[in-house]
């Protein structure tokens, strides 16, 4: 397995393919199995990185505090490790505010910027829904909340569906090895984090994606009309999981932001 080291911190990554790098950075609560569908139409032309942020699937799983910043640092571990010099990030959630932060830290890094259901987390509704978290998983654990929290973020029809529930499924296996304490650091994280758009320039390409029944897609649409030059697109029937619930028009929508990058280098 290849792993990228953090300081103590251990994170699990996977690439496949060949050409340019793709750097994709998944959501609360999943882990770097969101993106196989990413994964799979992508690495025919591009090389794919995905990785498990700490505290999911194969990486550490740190007790303790720890800040977005630190977050952002696991995954330019990972860019050095595997050797990513110039690259296309595409975060969802969580993954999004990381990519964020990993541009304004390591801007000759970022080629362009894919930013799905995410939105400011500077407004009060941001941070109640991190609060709501932090004391759900905090009072119900992971077992009883996780799989609550998981269904929750996607539409009602993908989790009535055979494949919605097969899928929703095979998440639910790590539920046993996440550690609540880590889980709730995120969030903590998340509401302590000082959102960069609106006071730093953002010059590279950017597209903004969110679902049409994602809580966060007033603050991507919010967020976009502050990043000059951002294309938003709303996905019809998704939720926060829009890469893994329409994953043709998804892919279809990033593939031409990604022609639109390479045509202009």
């Known amino acids: 397995m290849p792993w990228a080291n953090n300081g103590k911190v251990k994170i ?18 999943f882990d770097h199995r969101l993106w196989m569908y990413q994964v799979s139409k992508f690495s025919t032309s591009y090389r794919t ?63 362009a910027l894919i930013l799905v259901g995410t939105g400011s ?38 989790v009535k569906s055979d494949l919605g529930k097969y899928l929703i499924s095979q998440f639910l296996k790590i539920a046993p090895n996440l550690n609540v304490q880590t889980i709730m650091q995120i969030y903590q994280a998340i509401k302590e984090w000082k959102d960069p758009v609106g006071s730093q320039d953002f010059t590279v390409p950017t597209l903004v994606i969110a679902g049409e029944f994602d809580n966060a897609l007033n603050g991507s649409i919010e967020m976009s009309e502050k990043i000059p030059g951002s294309r938003h697109i709303q996905v019809a029937g998704a939720g926060h999981g829009c890469c893994l619930e329409q994953p043709a028009f998804f892919n279809h929508v990033v593939e031409e932001f990604l022609d639109i990058v390479k045509s202009s280098n």
Do not use: W
């Not at 699990?12 to 609560?29: K, R």
């Not at 977005?68 to 975060?91: E, N, P, Q, W, Y």
């Not at 009060?124 to 269904?151: C, M, W």
């Open 49 to 111: 990185t995905s990785m498990d942020l700490r505290g999911y699937g194969h990486s550490d799983k740190p007790g303790g505090d720890f800040t977005l910043r630190d977050m952002s640092d696991d995954v330019f571990s990972v860019c050095k490790t595997a050797g990513i010099t110039k690259t296309i990030v595409m975060g969802i959630s969580v993954g999004g505010i990381i990519a964020r932060q990993l541009y304004v830290d390591h801007g000759d890094l970022v080629r």
């Open 12 to 29: 699990y990554y996977e690439t496949s393919g060949l050409g340019p790098d793709l750097l994709l950075v998944h959501a609360n609560p």
């Open 121 to 158: 987390y500077s407004n009060p509704n941001s941070k109640q829904f991190a609060d709501k978290n932090i004391e759900r998983y905090g009072n119900e654990g992971v077992l009883t909340y996780y799989p609550v929290h998981l269904k929750s973020l996607l539409s009602e029809q993908f």
